[in-house]
């Protein structure tokens, strides 16, 4: 099955710094990929919409210049987190849509962001 | 906007059947998913339903109802590693955004 992979797993980040996720589809081309954070035992929430070569779209309430999205090819979206604050410290998701099957999209690994 | 409605929490025995329901309203959407996620992990696609009816993969089944706004995960055969969230989302209209509910949390008991 398709494999999309998100580096770091973990991180540790003091406030004020930005921090960068990358996420990878491994196997397949993404022409969407989407970022979801997750908060201890809620469900996930999309952040926004990523699509290559174009600008994300955000969803209502999450801060653009704030959680910065580049779709820069057809494997690789990357998240940054700038100026971090404690409560951004999250679970960050992120999926990818295959061309080939549009309905099912292949998840990530996760990210845990703690920000001290 | 979309609402989705499930459970908080179910228990059940290992071997055993567990039907975990969905309900939601919607203007429209393409699909509906089923994802299990264990904890700290990031969700594994399990099923899709796009028209009414079952859908069955091996010991899991989903089965929609769109005229009932209604769906359900069907997990058959309880093995204690089926201990996880159960998350059901509605996949938008022409957008392929997912939007989840809360998730069901099953613990499955010796």
């Known amino acids: 099955g398709a494999v999309v992979s998100q580096h770091p797993s973990r991180v540790i980040c003091k406030s004020g710094t930005s921090v960068k996720i990358e996420c990878r589809s491994l196997?397949?081309?993404?022409?969407?990929m989407f970022w979801y954070r997750q908060f201890p035992k809620k469900s996930l929430m999309l952040m926004a919409t990523?699509?290559?070569?174009?600008?994300?779209?955000?969803e209502q309430g999450v801060e653009k210049d704030k959680f910065l999205i580049n779709h820069a090819s057809l494997t690789l979206s990357t998240l940054t987190v700038t100026s971090a604050h404690p409560e951004d410290s999250s679970f960050y998701i992120c999926?990818?849509?295959?061309?080939?099957?549009?309905?099912?999209?292949?998840f990530g690994p996760g990210t845990r962001l703690t920000v001290t | 906007g979309q609402n989705i409605d499930q459970p908080t929490e179910m228990t059940a025995t290992e071997g055993a059947i567990v039907q975990i329901n969905c309900t939601y309203q919607?203007?429209?959407?393409?699909?509906l998913f089923w994802y299990q996620q264990h904890a700290g992990e990031a969700p594994t696609f399990l099923s899709y339903?796009?028209?009414?009816g079952l859908e069955e993969k091996g010991r899991f089944s989903s089965f929609l109802s769109r005229s009932k706004g209604y769906s359900y995960l069907l997990l058959k055969e309880l093995q204690m590693k089926d201990s996880a969230s159960y998350l059901c989302?509605?996949?938008?209209?022409?957008?392929?955004?997912?939007?989840f509910g809360k998730g069901t949390k099953l613990s499955v008991i010796p």
């Open positions: 989302a509605l996949g938008g209209a022409g957008s392929y955004q997912l939007t």
């Open positions: 339903n796009v028209l009414d």
């Open positions: 196997d397949f081309q993404a022409t969407t």
């Open positions: 990523s699509n290559e070569g174009s600008k994300a779209t955000y």
């Open positions: 999926s990818a849509r295959d061309r080939g099957d549009p309905y099912e999209q292949y």
């Open positions: 919607t203007s429209g959407f393409n699909g």
